[in-house]
């Protein structure tokens, strides 16, 4: 399987940025679950560029519908979400150049020179549009059954959010703002800092922080689908994402395990965790703690320096100066990314859990 | 798919810390392997706890190969892996009192009370053992394709090793060493501090680092079946992983585009990259520079320390004091596991890309 | 994994019959693959309704592919073939009223009434066509590599064509004919035979069956992925199709095992079989010689008699009169899926045999 | 997924025939299933050769559960079952000569020399004892759930069986038969008649007819995961099997549509259909009827009387008389087969619609 993920829940993706179309046919949603367009729109346009920090390249990701949705409402049968492309300019790339940092020249080594080069072609960042817009049903699946989800930027460079705390009004926030970070002071300096270095030409990366909360205990597998290694799968195959970390993550090398374990009690006649340092995951499967995780985005390969390259035509070295419309910065555009492959992956967990019936009752 | 892994190249996982046996299947590795026992034992070996720094269980470990090898080499049909249990000292549990850290809990609640409660059970440590197994046949026949794979101790703590330098070198360094640092003085401070952490009954975590030297460019998927994808896929089922990052991982956050997208330049004929801080993955394709990555592996949970849990049959708090054999640190002895799933994931992207015969070929 | 099938070449399937449009994503296509869009709209037409004894609904049929090529050659990543949605004329359906022998009542129960009933919605037969532009592609792979299929009529009611007796000529009969059967006379009787039975508002099914001519020895793996295991679950999405029987099939239990075993020879200085009962297959995997199997397609459900149905809105019984578009047939048009899906199932085989790389070497 | 199978609930399959065992790991069963083994001794004790009609070699079949259950109910986690081989006379066989109508030749082909030649190695039907052990346990769990399977011999050459007709009860009669027909008489004929072929060194096969009972409606999914492909894949797995029909299979061929629609009717506030031409299946999707197909199985392979072959290493032709203890019939033994791997493919298809949870609900 190369291009389709999931076991219950199939996320079929394709397209090219400056191809006709891009899409997914995603399969395995339950039939009766009422598909609200305006906030599938409201979801794309949280991954849509705006304002100063982001490219001037406006896309309109005008989405259709084709099939699996009749009278409103999910059919059961697969879900095709099209995406045509517009505002194609591929008059700015230059295939014999491979962009540092871009996939242009691993894809042309894989594909022989078949690659569609224009935009990035199929490893465009474009395709996770259609992904947004799936995500957008499986959230509101989720939202149905009492599981919700929030990403905030946790990380720009050297200026840092603060953390979840309130998790319930904390994913409140990520989800009503564009560049959501939890203190407003962190989000105010990041945005002036990525405007700053988008000036210099350059671009950066950031740290983005996911809560979901509401997911019962007992779900994931052990080993090969535990959520840690079913949630990787997913977030791995947004672009520019180069590391994923749960609870502490990281941080767990510089604690002892008396630190962390994460002691249990009876809370309101329910077994919780004292603290979440395990991120709401024991062994793969959900405790009923929220589930935390970081997700590390690089910064955009694209920068306006002049860079080093090779010819590969000449097979010798050149100098590759980049024009056309880039992001200083893309975190704050994947977050909705994020919550969307977060929820497709889960749901389907979900449903290897509950069955297809269950989503609905 | 629950305990299976894989495409081309799959792994079925079976077994429990104090069931009668455990054990993998392996199927879609090439005829004609020739199977060195030997060397699958002294992988074993390198996951066995020694010294003072491990448990004082003493596993044997021993294992059979019951099928899939016929006359010293592979029929090409599945592999079977398997080790009896033998110094199964149950006594040591008790169900009611799920340990904090570990999957006691979010199991029973998952399987409902059924769950093999006895040394964790199916999540058991254990477990990695016929992983490692496995791993060692692909080990080599990557090793006949010229592809080598080495894992050190990057940190513990306070106390951090270099980083790969010579490849190569290091590389054999990590397979020859039990304990393997890049620096040796690094080593000795880690192994005095776990031994010092573990007479406090306490326990440690810790990070490992991979490199992959010689995989050609073009392996790999894009998005879903990207490398970063597959590895995560599997790194993630080791218990007690927490992160894996790529390349600089999360340290992308700290540093501007322009220091960071690997220029490329013509070098002996070859295009390669002048600094590698993508960890050799473009857009999840190999760009033919060597493969590095990072994994967080926390702290043992099994600790000496009296903690607080609940009393999941009379629902009240409830203190805890493990006896027993136990860790105060594993990610030394993981480090071969990282290896082996390292070895069977990339194996089985190549094996997309070549088909079955390239591998003897 | 419900609308997805294979593992190496995957084929995503979506759409309803009076949806927007219907469409296929085949993702594992080697890049380099010259698209032939002529040869596409072929196969399309072989498809298609014509003449007295088929449907009167005129279908377009026109594809796009707006993914995965690029100046006219496979790009590797996922193609996307989408074919709109023009004459839909929707009044003609009762929802209320399943028609037997439709998956009305099944996709009722199963959808709980929120599936498409329109013209059988996403169980109609027109899903079949983008699986018809999927497979003239692979079609075109597999002749390049010097395997060629073919697919005549060979049973329609009392009327019987021969069965393949010269591999090469008769396959290239079957690619040339609209209605294809061996023996001429064969054709006109069955043809006559449709007409006569269409006439009096009736339908009938018949016996496709195909010769796979070039499959070299050694494909197939034992058990759940031989050959017949693979091909059968391809061949048993398409509608209508309630049998596949391999060489001799069914008859092989009429005839003692003496007479049917396929004696080795060698001739040329290759081992041959001197009859081919096994229908070219030995425990799953080709023997080098020609593959043969049989399909049972069932007679079209939709008839113009009147038919006893119930009303699922009144649980009463009730009367069923069909009008509309329909054929007295079509297992005629039913050929061209079938070679289109063995070529998608034999090519996914060939690629975990050879690797992607193989098909354009 | 080379000898893997399912999504759900997954069977994993190794061993050869004179290896040192041969097993299946099955994973997705639910918690809590009680696991007996006086049933999977029952079970598997079908499947032995019994009395004149079978080969003279006395398989122990003696099968050991070495994990995933506890206490004697299953953890939830994979189930392990192996069987370790004890009669082994690998002296009858020369792999030179390829048996005709075995997979001898095509394995020699597929893995180069490097297959396990003894016995048809990893081809052999041994390898169905452990999937009649994994399929007990699926039987026990569908019993629980009010769904009956049942397979008789339908034919063997001129000497029919009846059809079923009162289902329950018929089905009981297949359960408690060894050579089970409906009619007994037929029994008794083909019994002496397969006597009568082997006393002559000849082989003979058969036709077996399977009904499942108490299926809900709306089981399968369109297109590649219907009840006919899910099954069709399990089913053509077991070696021998050459043809699989449902409902009235190639018999449609032989009808006009409005003879075989199956009209619906409501009966008792259901709605059932009036026949059953169609095996209980409606696009795929299960209409609430019994579910009705037949397997073909050739011939056993291995007969008395001397068969032309080749010589592998000389490429001469030669001449092969085969020793050793064979089967005159098998597909009295297949019946349990077919129960098992149509319990174990119908458990997949229900779990993906009403989870793991529903099964011990």
């Known amino acids: 399987m190369k291009s389709v993920i999931g076991t219950n829940i199939t996320l079929s993706l394709y397209g090219e940025s400056h191809g006709a179309a891009i899409g997914a046919v995603v399969d ?10 305006d906030f599938i729109s409201s979801q794309l346009d949280k991954r849509r560029p705006k304002g100063k920090i982001s490219t001037q390249r406006r896309e309109g990701d005008e989405f259709v519908i084709t099939s699996g ?5 999910s ?22 150049l491979p962009r540092p940092g871009h996939a242009d020249y691993a894809a042309h080594i894989k594909y022989g020179g078949f690659e569609d080069w224009r935009g990035g072609g199929h490893f465009s960042g474009r395709l996770t549009a259609p992904v947004v817009a799936a995500g957008a049903v499986a959230i509101s699946i989720l939202a149905g059954k009492g599981i919700s989800i929030g990403t905030h930027i946790k990380k720009c460079q050297h200026i840092e959010d603060r953390s979840f705390e309130n998790y319930a009004e904390d994913i409140a926030l990520c989800n009503t703002e564009y560049f959501a970070t939890l203190d407003k002071n962190a989000g105010t300096a990041m945005q002036q ?9 350059d671009s950066v990366g950031g740290v983005l922080e996911t809560c979901v909360l509401g997911l019962p205990a007992g779900v994931g597998e052990p080993y090969f689908n535990s959520i840690e290694s079913v949630l990787s799968q997913w977030l791995f195959s947004i672009g520019g994402v180069k590391g994923v970390e749960f609870g502490l993550g990281f941080g767990f090398a510089d604690c002892p395990g008396s630190e962390v374990n994460d002691a ?13 340092h395990n991120g709401g995951i024991n062994g793969g499967i959900s405790n009923g703690m929220p589930v935390i995780f970081r997700v590390a985005v690089k910064p955009t390969p694209s920068i306006f320096k002049e860079q080093d390259t090779v010819n590969l035509e000449t097979m010798e070295n050149a100098k590759l100066s980049l024009k056309g419309r880039h992001d200083p910065a893309i975190f704050h555009r994947a977050r909705v990314v994020v919550d969307s492959m977060t929820a497709l992956a889960l749901l389907d967990l979900l449903v290897r859990r509950y069955g297809e019936r269950w989503l609905t009752e």
Chains 1, 2, 3, 4 share one sequence.
């Open 264 to 276: 249990f009690e009876v809370k309101g006649g329910k077994v919780v965790t004292k603290t979440n």
């Open 75 to 96: 059919t059961g049968t697969p879900v095709h979400i099209m995406i045509e492309n517009k505002t194609q300019r591929s008059g700015d790339y230059q295939p014999q």
């Open 193 to 201: 800092h990525i405007e700053s270095i988008g000036a210099d030409g």
């Open 28 to 37: 395995g949603l339950p039939a009766g679950i009422k598909i609200d367009t």
């Open 69 to 73: 949705v009749f009278n409103g409402f």
